[in-house]
C-alpha cells in the first residue's frame, strides 16, 4: 500500500509513542510524482563532501554549510521533505519540528540552503543524518539477490519483510542495513507527519 501526503495544514499536537502497541513499519521515500513547478534540488556543488556520508548513518562531526550549494530549477511548490537527486532527507524546519516533537533522537540536523530562481532567492531547509542502521530483513520471508561470488551479501531486494523481533520500540527511524540508503519508519512518525500534513513524503508498508 502506497500513502502520500500533498495537503498543508497548520501545526496540531503530536502524540508521544508510550509503547504497548505493536508497530508497523514503513519504507519512507521521497516524493517522485509532484507538480510541474514544485522546487527539486536537481544540481548541486558540495566541494569535496562525499555525498555517501548521508547514506551510511555514521555521525558527522564538522558541517560547513556555506560549502554545499543545492540548487534548483524550479521555484513555486516547496514540499517539507524536498524532491532530490543525491537521495538525501532534506526537510522543511517544520517537518524537523515535527521529528523532535515526536520524540526522534537519533538523528543529526544540518541547515542548508536551497538556491533558485534566476534572481538567486534561497529557502532555508535541514539535511537529516540519520545515526541508526539495523539488520532486520527477514531473510526466510524476504525476496532478494546475493552477488555471485558465493557470500550472503545483497546485490538487490524486490521484497522486503522485517524480522520485528530485531527492532527496539524506541527507534523510530533507521537504515536498513541490508539495503543501501533503505529508510525504515515506524507508524508512530508515520502517523505524525500525516497529522501534520506534512508534504513529500511517501509511504510503503513493509507488512507481509
Not at 538556491?115 to 532555508?124: C, D, I, V
Not at 531473510?139 to 527496539?168: A, M, Q, Y
Request: include cysteine.
Amino acid at each position: 500500500m502506497l500513502l502520500s501526503h500533498k495537503k498543508g495544514n497548520t501545526f496540531q499536537n503530536v502524540k508521544l509513542y508510550t509503547g504497548g502497541d505493536e508497530l508497523n513499519y514503513y519504507r519512507l521515500t521521497q516524493m517522485y510524482q509532484y507538480e510541474e513547478d514544485t522546487i527539486v534540488v536537481n544540481d548541486y556543488d558540495l566541494t569535496g563532501f562525499d555525498l555517501r556520508r548521508f547514506w551510511k548513518g555514521q555521525r558527522i562531526d564538522s558541517w560547513d554549510q556555506s560549502s554545499i550549494r543545492l540548487i534548483s530549477s524550479n521555484q513555486e511548490i516547496a514540499l517539507d521533505c524536498l524532491p532530490n537527486i543525491l537521495s538525501w532527507l532534506i526537510l522543511s524546519n517544520k517537518a524537523v519540528s515535527t521529528f523532535e516533537k515526536t520524540g526522534i533522537n537519533n538523528i543529526q540536523v544540518f541547515p542548508v540552503n536551497i538556491a533558485f530562481g534566476k534572481q538567486g532567492y534561497e529557502l532555508n531547509y535541514n539535511i537529516v543524518n540519520i545515526l541508526t542502521r539495523i539488520s532486520a530483513l527477514d531473510r526466510n520471508r524476504s525476496d532478494f539477490v546475493c552477488w555471485d561470488d558465493g557470500s550472503e551479501d545483497i546485490k538487490f531486494i524486490r521484497k522486503v519483510v522485517l524480522d520485528k523481533t530485531k527492532l527496539p520500540d524506541d527507534i523510530h527511524i533507521f537504515f536498513l542495513k541490508e539495503g543501501t540508503g533503505y529508510i525504515v519508519v515506524s507508524d508512530v512518525l508515520k502517523n505524525a507527519l500525516l497529522e501534520q500534513d506534512m508534504t513529500g513524503f511517501e509511504f510503503t508498508s513493509l507488512e507481509d
